[in-house]
């Protein structure tokens, strides 16, 4: 499976923007990029995914890059409950389905 | 929409006993439904890839024997842990999908396992 690499943490302040980066060089013509988050002890909450074009849901917006080697997960305005771990994630290739979660990005939201 | 109903949220029970555990998708038919491990401070690490009526798929290192995996509906799948001993202590999460590619996995909040 095509590895992605993120950042071990990110801090921001509560009401601004938030940017978490995805690497994901290897990626396949055939992988969908999706974005996972968890917050303690709870199971991962879908966020949102993408392929090619960039994506906007309630939650979040997803910018891919022109070459799909990175991708962005923008939060419009965090809030302490956005304190969370984000998993970037591709699947849809050869996997189909499947979902390997990596270490993930620690988001601390400050007040 | 899209919930997933995972159960019991918590078990403690003593060594050797086997526990089940529920899944189900409460809105929707899911005919894929994935069964995750996650153990302290790490990621979760996937378990096996059951599909409704057949047999579930297994991760490499997971032993079938004592993960028992049923996917007798579209709607429910269960997992059951045999003879559980300390080292099976840990967060067990469900997730359900349409099965169709690409499509999003929905979680359950997962139930915690404590083995004495």
């Known amino acids: 499976d095509a590895k992605t690499t993120q950042p071990n943490s990110m801090e921001s302040n509560e009401e601004e923007p938030v940017h978490l980066p995805c690497n994901h060089s290897?990626?396949?013509?055939?992988?969908?990029i999706h974005w996972y988050r968890q917050l303690p002890s709870q199971g991962p909450e879908y966020v949102i995914h993408?392929?090619?074009s960039n994506v906007n849901n309630r939650m979040a917006s997803l910018a891919i890059a022109e070459d799909r080697k990175s991708s962005t997960l923008i939060l419009h305005r965090a809030t302490l409950r956005d304190a969370a771990v984000y998993y970037c994630?591709?699947?849809?290739?050869?996997?189909?389905?499947?979902?390997?979660f990596g270490q993930g990005t620690i988001l601390t939201v400050h007040p | 929409g899209a919930v997933v109903s995972q159960h019991p949220s918590r078990v403690i029970c003593k060594s050797g006993t086997s526990v089940k555990i529920e899944c189900r998708s409460l809105?929707?038919?899911?005919?894929?439904m994935f069964w995750y491990r996650q153990f302290p401070k790490q990621s979760l690490m996937l378990m096996a890839t059951?599909?409704?009526?057949?047999?579930?798929?297994?991760e490499q290192g997971v032993e079938k024997d004592k993960f028992l995996i049923n996917h007798a509906s579209l709607t429910l799948s269960t997992l059951t842990v045999t003879s559980a001993h300390p080292e099976d202590s840990s967060f067990y999460i469900c997730?359900?999908?349409?099965?169709?590619?690409?499509?999003?996995?929905?979680f359950g909040d997962g139930t915690r396992l404590s083995i004495l």
């Open positions: 997730s359900a999908s349409q099965g169709a590619r690409a499509q999003p996995q929905h």
């Open positions: 290897t990626i396949s013509g055939t992988d969908y």
């Open positions: 993408g392929l090619t």
């Open positions: 994630i591709l699947s849809g290739g050869t996997s189909y389905g499947k979902l390997t």
């Open positions: 809105d929707f038919q899911a005919t894929t």
């Open positions: 059951s599909n409704e009526g057949s047999k579930a798929t297994y």
